[in-house]
Structures are given as structure tokens and as C-alpha cells.
Nanobody, 111 residues
Framework: QVQLVESGGGLVQPGGSLRLSCAAS????????MAWYRQAPGKQRELVAR???????NYADSVKGRFTISRDNAKNTVYLQMNSLKPEDTANYYC?????WGQGTQVTVSS
């Protein structure tokens, strides 16, 4: 049974930082690309960042220079370090390993 379990969301002030984690089980983690998506109320789910099995990364233009995706294959975990957070980053963030989704973790950026 595949499980993707996100953690690390919460309420943060504009300009602050959060680190999201996604612990995977039931898959051969090291050979799979991993991704983070987000969905804000009333909006479509969008790709935030993706990392290949070899560590190559790509980002949405809106988060380039502020977010960093990384992975620890020994821990079967993918991370999303989010810096300089903005109110428009408020969304539910989902971990993705095709075709599987995590349950999501809420990030709220507000003063």
C-alpha cells in the first residue's frame, strides 16, 4: 500500500519560512520522481516543484528563488523548503508520486 504523508504546514507571517516534509512508503522511493503541488481555494491545483530520481529540479516561476525541493533517499522523504513566503503562497500543499497523492498540508501566510 502506497502512502505519502505530508507534514510541516502551518501559519506563518509574510517573509517567513516553512519546511514541508513528505514521507513515502510502499514505493521504491529512490527511482521515482517526486513533486509538490498546491491548491488554493477556488483555483486549480498547480505544480510547485519537481525533483527527479537523479536530483534534477524544476520550479514554478512564482516560487523560483524562494522554494527549494530536495530528497533524502535513505529516509524515503522529499522536502520543500519555503522562504520569503507571501500571502499568495497560501494553499493546501500536496506531495505527488505518480499516480499517488498525499492528503495535503495547509500553509497559510498571513499577518
Amino acid at each position: 500500500q502506497v502512502q505519502l504523508v505530508e507534514s510541516g504546514g502551518g501559519l506563518v507571517q509574510p517573509g517567513g519560512s516553512l519546511r514541508l516534509s513528505c514521507a513515502a512508503s510502499g514505493i521504491i522511493f529512490s527511482i521515482n520522481p517526486m513533486a509538490w503541488y498546491r491548491q488554493a481555494p477556488g483555483k486549480q491545483r498547480e505544480l510547485v516543484a519537481r525533483i527527479t530520481s537523479g536530483g534534477l529540479t524544476n520550479y514554478a516561476d512564482s516560487v523560483k528563488g524562494r522554494f527549494t525541493i530536495s530528497r533524502d533517499n535513505a529516509k524515503n522523504t522529499v522536502y520543500l523548503q519555503m522562504n520569503s513566503l507571501k500571502p499568495e503562497d497560501t494553499a493546501n500543499y500536496y506531495c505527488y508520486c505518480g499516480p499517488y497523492w498525499g492528503q495535503g498540508t495547509q500553509v497559510t501566510v498571513s499577518s
